[in-house]
Nanobody
Framework: QVQLVESGGGLVQPGGSLRLSCAAS????????MGWYRQAPGKQRELVAT????????NYVDSVKGRFTIARDNARNTVGLLMNSLQTEDTAVYYC??????????WGQGTQVTVSS
């Protein structure tokens, strides 16, 4: 089992920045991919960014490319999401995600990000 705990959400003005962090614990050696998803009110949960734990290869949804950066710290078992140039459309609950061996999927509890003036 893997446990994921997010932190770093909050309220920010348009154009501002936030950094999210996710700490993994438990069977962290089984994690293959980590990422961030988000779910806005009335919308389906969507992928924001992923990173392969070993190789560090990243993937982003088009709407955040050039604004968001995902990074991992394997020594600390954390994954971060640096969000710059935030827009009102980025308002959502952000969830940390991990995929382990055997395609087991784990989710954090979510952290609210609100972009508003």
């Amino acid at each position: 089992q893997v446990q994921l705990v997010e932190s770093g959400g909050g309220l920010v003005q348009p154009g501002g920045s936030l950094r999210l962090s996710c700490a993994a614990s438990g069977s962290v050696s089984s994690i293959v991919v980590m990422g961030w998803y988000r779910q806005a009110p009335g919308k389906q949960r969507e992928l924001v960014a992923t990173i392969i734990k070993g190789a560090g290869t990243t993937n982003y949804v088009d709407s955040v490319k050039g604004r968001f950066t995902i990074a991992r710290d394997n020594a600390r078992n954390t994954v971060g999401l640096l969000m710059n140039s935030l827009q009102t459309e980025d308002t959502a609950v952000y969830y940390c995600n991990a995929v382990g061996l055997g395609s087991r999927i784990y989710w954090g509890q979510g952290t609210q990000v609100t972009v508003s003036s």
